[in-house]
């Protein structure tokens, strides 16, 4: 069975950064691509970020709200994603899940990914 479980987050003053983490287990980690999404009270899921591992290398893609202030990242050792969030604002305000699928290529689409962690609470003040 797959699991994942997201640790990290919390309340930071705007200009803050934090770490979010995203361990996998019940697959063959490597193989498979991974995502963040985040959802704020009253609004839908959104895209955050993605990462895949494959025979061609790893490959990044980021939603355009953080391009260039999020970083994701994987250790395949460690069977764990991670989310580094600097330079945030209070719009970054949401639940944040992790959460990946049969795909081993990047890609944005919340259909794409059949297997959800619990989410992490991010909190960013004004």
């Known amino acids: 069975q797959v699991q994942l479980v997201e640790s990290g987050g919390g309340l930071v003053q705007a200009g803050g950064s934090l770490r979010l983490s995203c361990v996998v287990s019940g697959r063959t980690f490597s193989d498979y691509t991974v995502g963040w999404f985040r959802q704020a009270p009253g609004k839908e899921r959104e895209f955050v970020a993605t990462i895949s591992s494959n025979w061609r290398g790893t490959s990044t893609y980021y939603a355009a709200t953080v391009r260039g202030r999020f970083t994701v990242s994987r250790d395949n050792a460690k069977n764990t994603v991670y989310l580094q969030m600097n330079s945030l604002k209070p719009e970054d305000t949401a639940a944040y899940y992790c959460?990946?699928?049969?795909?081993?290529?990047?890609?944005?689409?919340?259909?794409?990914?059949?297997?959800w962690g619990q989410g992490t609470q991010v909190t960013v003040s004004s």
């Open positions: 959460a990946t699928g049969p795909q081993t290529t990047v890609t944005s689409a919340p259909g794409d990914y059949n297997y």
